[in-house]
């Protein structure tokens, strides 16, 4: 109940920060950058973000098959955009995601502990992504104060930077010193399945171990896609900006993305247009980018829909409809 509460008290926030942009923009100038990007430029925007996903599917599956678990790409392209689909559209029900690929493929370990490592798996590729996505907001962050000029308007932006490099430092120093992460919020035994999650988790951050070095560049080359991607995107919108403009870009799309409202409506909109601003691109400009990069991830998002659609029926076929198979045979 609390979960749905919250959704419904992010989802008006983001209405209102929408609707707030709304009446300070140029709609007519929005309508003209709207029109600059060619259908050509939007297709290979589109094949650079699933360019993205297949990046991020690889690196799930290296995670897998360091556990034991050997899946083609074929086989777990749809569940990751599934999983994509339910973290986009529903981020108040954090781990959504995670919790369902663990689950799906926990149904094809071939040893009872398979959850945790499965559960494992899901959330060690979350992870990385929130560590790459944590150094680009605080290099993002660092340069814009550096290219746009630091103000005492900027100071919230400069301790939320602070607050989450500090939090990213604590958090690899948890990971990398075999600590309990767990433990700093509850307590829990050593039969506990989160325990034992965490274990598992914890085994796979080895400097050494060549499964983390892999991931590691994986996951590089997923971030420098997502940063090309929004390059261009700004170039195609007729505005031209350096790399380490580009950065900033990257870092702050991350950071509002990050806001818990379905399909960032409202959060990414507003933030990208004052990023923008003060970045000298426009307001209008920074309202487009952030509307077509929403409008490809709903694509990819009810691509993914189709997918957790079929997942679901098959869960049923192959679970429910058995049971009740059983029980007319009895």
Not at 127 to 152: D, K, P, Q, S, Y
Not at 317 to 325: A, D, E, F, G, R
Request: proline share 1%; glycine share 8%.
């Amino acid at each position: 109940m609390k979960k749905i509460f919250f959704s419904l008290i992010f989802s008006f926030l983001g209405i209102v920060l929408f609707f707030w942009l709304f009446n300070r923009v140029e709609w007519q100038m929005v309508k003209n950058i709207f029109l600059r990007l060619s259908v050509i430029e939007g297709i290979f925007l589109l094949v650079l973000t699933a360019l993205g996903m297949l990046l991020g599917t690889l690196r799930w599956k290296e995670i897998l098959k360091s556990k034991g678990y050997h899946f083609s790409l074929k086989e777990l392209y749809g569940h990751y955009l599934a999983a994509s689909a339910i973290t986009y559209l529903t981020p108040m029900f954090v781990f959504g995601g995670e919790i369902f690929r663990g689950y799906v493929f926990n149904t094809k370990g071939e040893n009872p502990t398979s959850l945790e490592k499965a559960m494992a798996a899901s959330f060690t590729d979350t992870i990385f992504e929130c560590i790459f996505g944590c150094a680009a907001i605080c290099l993002g962050a660092i340069l814009f104060f550096f290219t746009a000029g630091f103000t005492l308007g900027d100071s919230q932006t400069m301790v939320l930077t602070i607050s989450l490099l500090l939090a990213g430092g604590i958090f690899c120093f948890f990971i990398f010193k075999k600590k309990s992460i767990i433990k700093i919020f509850l307590k829990v035994d050593e039969q506990n399945r989160g325990r034992r999650v965490e274990k598992e988790i914890l085994s796979f951050f080895k400097i050494k171990n060549r499964s983390f070095q892999k991931v590691f560049l994986i996951s590089f080359f997923k971030t420098s896609v997502r940063f090309f991607q929004y390059w261009l995107l700004v170039d195609f919108l007729g505005k031209s900006i350096s790399l380490l403009t580009a950065i900033s870009v990257l870092g702050f799309s991350i950071l509002f993305m990050g806001v818990p409202i379905s399909a960032d409506f409202g959060s990414h909109d507003l933030g990208s247009a004052v990023l923008f601003g003060k970045l000298g691109l426009g307001l209008e400009v920074g309202a487009v980018f952030a509307s077509i990069v929403r409008g490809i991830n709903l694509i990819l998002a009810i691509i993914g829909l189709l997918f957790l659609s079929k997942f679901g029926i098959e869960f049923l076929q192959n679970n429910l409809l058995k049971k009740i198979k059983r029980l007319f045979q009895k």
